[in-house]
């Protein structure tokens, strides 16, 4: 894989990243404050309810660090990628769970309506 490749993948994948990590914040304040749903996550238990605290903690700390991960990688040399990559898809397939899970309890909450 050349630079350029793994360039155009790391911002791709950073960004559905970010997307997913919006719409658990979402659906998760959502959940909450609905009582649908409970934070599981141990950190974010004390902020769930905060909507400022979790846009901080959910969009503008993962952006801001998606942007610095990507502007690293343009100055670095292409070592590694394939463990990167690896570990990147990790990040979004675990989102990509999350945001099935509240999938299921927005299903069974309509369902129960």
Known sequence: MVKEDFLKYLKRVLIVICILNFTDMVLTYIGVT????????????????????????????PVTVAAYLYYRQL????????????LLNICMYAYILININH?????IALNKS
């Open 34 to 61: 609905t009582g649908h749903a409970i934070e599981i996550n141990p950190f974010m238990v004390k902020y769930v309810n905060n909507i400022y605290s979790m846009i901080v903690l959910k969009v503008m700390v």
């Open 75 to 86: 100055r670095s040399e292409i070592s590694k990628f394939k463990i990167k990559k690896k």
């Open 103 to 107: 999938l299921i309890w927005i299903a």
